[in-house]
């Protein structure tokens, strides 16, 4: 083999990567805490390859650090994705460890517990200026939307134009209201779910597969 | 903001100090230096408001920083309010191409444990401030 043809051979190779379609986007899941970010994350990595992704809890910042499920396949009418899910911690502008003392927690666990809180929040937001193709922004349908936080984050995920997908989740609850979450985020259409039940999720892989495909 | 304070730093003595922050001035700082400077401010107990706030990338800088300085019995974060974004942006697209944000807004931080939001709708933001 020549050299030029061994040239070409490596350039083929480089550009195949490149624009592979088979190539896993990584996709974040946002939110603020106690969304059900990680019940959602559980409930397509489940749906879709078996495995759960981590521990889920009605405790603020049960996930502290940003967890990855890789080569999830989603296959819906006739679009087929493989996304890496990043399920991450949810994010605050303020962590005070007394807040954990109101679930039965002794000083030492609830000051360990923040600590690792705050570092998974600045990992997240990391993660998110840095190492995702794409969000999904989840939202308790059974609380405000409109606080600071999901208008910064909503503004990052814009700024760096990600695609985003906004889920309304805890449908079953009976305070909720999607229209409240689709008032607050006009720009962006929602999808309203409990990933909990498992309420509506047919729904959310089409659009998954529409979005990040 | 120490230029602007005469009494030190905001020790509990003599109220809340408020630090307005011009437009003009932030907009020779980089970005890191204005974080920096906020929670300086923030950290000292003092209210930070900036007539134009932060790019989108900012706050994201501000979030992860203000992460990595928690720490328990001494700092529990910021609180932070800026009116909405507008739907209608006058943001052109040669702005955004260039990078500029222009739909910045007037933002008010302060420290977590002694800001309260009452208040917020698109153009009044109501909070409560004590002191430490």
Known sequence: ???FTELKDSISRVTDKLFSAQEPKRIGIYGPPNAGKTTLANRIARDW??????PESHIPHETRRARRKENVEIERNGKKVTIDIVDT????????????????MEKEDAVRRSREATEGV???MHWLREDVDGVIYVLDSSTDPFTQVNTMLIGIIESQDLPVLILAN???????????IRNA?????????SALEGDNMDEVYAKIAEYFG | MPEVKEDGPNDGGG????????ADRMANMAGMEKIRMILDGVRDGNIVILEKGLSPDEESKLIEVTM???????????????YPRSETSDQSFLDRLMGKESSAKLTVIGPANQIETLHKDENLISALVSRK
Not at chain 1, 170 to 180: A, C, F, N
Not at chain 1, 185 to 193: A, D, K, R, V
Not at chain 2, 15 to 22: A, F, H, S, Y
């Open chain 2, 15 to 22: 109220g809340v100090q408020i630090d307005l922050i011009g």
């Open chain 1, 122 to 124: 600045a990992e997240a």
């Open chain 1, 1 to 3: 083999m020549g050299l």
């Open chain 1, 185 to 193: 985020f006009p720009q962006h259409e929602t999808i309203p779910l």
């Open chain 1, 170 to 180: 805890k449908t079953d609850l009976e305070e909720s209201s999607v229209q409240r």
């Open chain 1, 89 to 104: 911690p949810g994010v605050t502008t303020k962590v005070d460890y007394e807040e954990f003392l109101d679930h039965d």
């Open chain 1, 49 to 54: 390859t078996g495995d759960a992704v981590g």
């Open chain 2, 68 to 82: 990595t300085e928690i720490s328990p019995d001494e700092f529990n974060g910021i609180e932070i309010e800026t």
